[in-house]
């Protein structure tokens, strides 16, 4: 058998092996995902903690070295992003909530105005039925919109295991991050240089996709708020805030922040003022945007901001919000493993005042969840 393989061209052998490779990938990312849906009690928080762990322990690490104790600063930050979630949860149900009668007549205006166009000027005879089953429809929007929230997670008592698991599993990652992070890098079966590689790397990508993320955001807001001022739209400042924060949700938050900026001007302006805004809502999350992210993710991710949007949709499809989370720190982050690992498999490099010997990486902080050497001396 071996001796009938060793006759056929090595090109074909070889693609035969690649093939092989690429149906044991695909095996084990259905595998993956099948697990991820039968677990996703544990999880989704074990994610959202791992993250948050990540990208907060900078946060944690910096009031340590101004003598706060971990525990208490892991509980600051906690506290800090709960009150920020109630602040938005509560703007926005807020702002559709007093207006969702405004909201109800400006649609019913809209469609009429959406049905006399299409009759009138292109002939469509079936626009007055559809209008009928819309204006049926448009006064169960805003329980829809209230209801869903809470509905895409299985009901309230789901979201409150969820919000009480992910609080949990997030103090611990911020608490004891660095020790986390040691105990990771010994079991990994690698040399000890080549696991701090690893996790300083994964560590420092997500922080910087953050950091990517919170420009775009700044942009987007700056964008749309000055849009809501110009046109005199109502609850700028929910408005600026809420698309600021949606920001860090990849791709769905920016059209969840984008509807909600429409309903207002919707409500208080009418259809032509909400069309408007609507167009600005897509020129800063669109064209306008593709000026910042080169800069932001080129800077940060040290990624084509095309390879972002591709790996977070592809990601997204295959794993939920996670995937919309974690595809493109994670690819950064292999691009600069492998990088950092040629590096050092180089060999020898000159060494001059100040630098150090060949494959010795300088060290990650002591208190950072990469670190693998303890704090002190």
Not at 75 to 99: D, K, Y
Not at 139 to 153: E, N, R, S, Y
């Amino acid at each position: 058998m071996d001796g009938g393989l060793s006759l056929l061209p090595r090109w074909f052998q070889k693609l035969g092996v690649g093939a092989w490779l690429v149906v044991g990938i695909m095996v084990v990312v259905v595998g993956l995902v099948w697990v991820l849906d039968k677990t996703s009690t544990i999880a989704e928080p074990l994610i959202v903690g791992g993250v948050v762990g990540a990208v907060g322990g900078g946060a944690v690490d910096w009031l340590q070295r101004r003598r706060c104790p971990r525990p208490l600063g892991a509980a600051a930050i906690i506290l800090a992003i709960g009150a920020l979630g109630l602040l938005v949860v509560g703007l926005v149900l807020g702002g559709i909530t007093s207006q969702s009668s405004h909201i109800d007549g400006s649609m019913s205006h809209a469609v009429d105005k959406v049905q006399k166009w299409a009759h009138d000027d292109l002939g469509i005879t079936s626009a007055a039925d559809a209008a009928k089953d819309i204006k049926q429809a448009v006064p169960h929007i805003g329980t829809t919109l209230l209801k869903g929230v809470a509905g895409g997670i299985s009901g309230l008592t789901s979201l409150l295991v969820f919000l009480g698991f992910s609080a949990f599993i997030t103090f611990f990652m911020l608490k004891d991050g660095p020790t986390m992070g040691r105990w990771i890098e010994r079991h990994m079966g690698m040399a000890p240089s080549t696991a701090r590689i690893v996790t300083g790397n994964i560590v420092r990508a997500l922080r910087k996709y953050f950091l990517g993320l919170t420009i775009v955001g700044a942009f987007n807001a700056a964008v749309v708020t000055i849009g809501a001022l110009i046109l005199g739209v109502p609850l700028v400042g929910t408005i600026a805030l809420v698309t600021f924060l949606a920001s860090y949700v990849p791709i769905l938050g920016a059209w969840t922040a984008g509807i909600f900026t429409f309903a207002l001007a919707l409500a208080d302006k009418g259809t032509s003022t909400a069309f408007i805004m609507a167009l600005i809502v897509f020129l800063a999350n669109g064209p306008l945007q593709q000026i910042v992210q080169p800069i932001a993710y080129g800077a940060t991710l040290q990624l084509n901001p095309l390879v972002v949007f591709t790996v977070t949709i592809a990601a997204g499809s295959l794993f939920g919000m996670a995937g919309l989370v974690l595809a493109a720190p994670l690819v950064s982050a292999a691009v600069r493993i492998n990088d950092d690992l040629a590096e050092l498999e180089a060999g020898p490099a000159p060494i001059g005042p100040g630098s150090l010997p060949s494959g010795q990486r300088t060290p990650v902080p002591s208190g950072s969840p990469g670190s693998s050497a303890p704090p002190g001396p």
